[in-house]
């Protein structure tokens, strides 16, 4: 059974550009949060998505803004990037109503030079 | 707003001994805590967890203690092993926040032979 999956692994990107990040939930899940983790600190909630609406945001600018497929799938896409933008971003799945059996991909590591 | 945080960013235990890494929070509304394992590249593994009506819960060499009165959660890991080395998180959500997790900056665990 397939857990979380997100692509690309890597990714390089200059100041300015825009980037799209995605990301499969686990089979059974119909939830997916993203969370932007800096190097050397906790991952910070982005969003959430639900019945492929936003249905909760944290303290992030509107240069991110994402998508729900009907398949659940989700994607993340941040616009004009700063060079702060560059840390891993992680996806994680869970069934709506819990947060148990929440689990996260491994991340898209996202380099902005 | 409300932050998780712990006492310590680093931890050095020899091995087969047992190590507690310990958590404060702030937010009174808290319900569920969980910690994550993280290893290099890899995203946040699921350890244990406990909601806010127990202050004890016990896995397979994990314990996780939790004092709501003084808002402090501890990870005991029994006979700590190599494997075990990687930075450990604590996280926390409360319900109606769509279950977001609001994690701590992590604290460093490293074994030593």
């Known amino acids: 059974d397939a857990g979380v999956t997100q692509s690309p692994t890597h990714l390089i990107k200059t100041r300015g550009q825009q980037v799209t990040l995605r990301c499969s939930p686990k089979?059974?899940?119909?939830?997916v949060s993203w969370y932007q983790q800096a190097l050397g600190q906790g991952p910070q909630f982005i969003f959430q998505?639900?019945?492929?609406?936003?249905?909760q945001r944290g303290n992030f600018p509107d240069r991110f803004s994402g998508h729900q497929f009907p398949n659940y799938s989700s994607e993340l896409n941040v616009n004009a990037l700063l060079l702060g933008d560059s840390a891993l971003y992680l996806c994680?799945?869970?069934?709506?109503?819990?947060?148990?059996?929440?689990?996260f991909g491994s991340g898209t590591r996202l380099t902005v030079v | 707003g409300e932050s998780v945080g712990l006492h310590l960013p680093t931890l050095s235990v020899q091995e087969g001994d047992n190590s507690i890494i310990n958590c404060a929070y702030s937010?009174?509304?808290?319900?569920?805590f969980i910690w994550y394992k993280q290893e290099s590249g890899k995203g946040p593994q699921f350890i244990i967890d406990?909601?806010?009506?127990?202050d004890k819960r016990q896995g397979q060499r994990v314990t996780v203690l939790l004092n709501k009165t003084v808002k402090h959660l501890s990870l005991q890991i029994a006979a700590t092993q190599p494997g075990d080395s990687a930075v450990y998180f604590c996280?926390?959500?409360?319900?109606?926040?769509?279950?977001?997790?609001?994690f701590g900056s992590g604290t460093q665990l490293t074994v030593l032979p």
């Open positions: 994680a799945s869970s069934r709506t109503g819990t947060v148990y059996g929440y689990t």
């Open positions: 089979s059974g899940h119909d939830t």
């Open positions: 998505y639900y019945e492929e609406e936003e249905r």
């Open positions: 937010n009174s509304a808290s319900d569920y």
């Open positions: 406990i909601r806010s009506n127990m």
């Open positions: 996280a926390e959500t409360s319900s109606g926040s769509a279950r977001q997790l609001t």
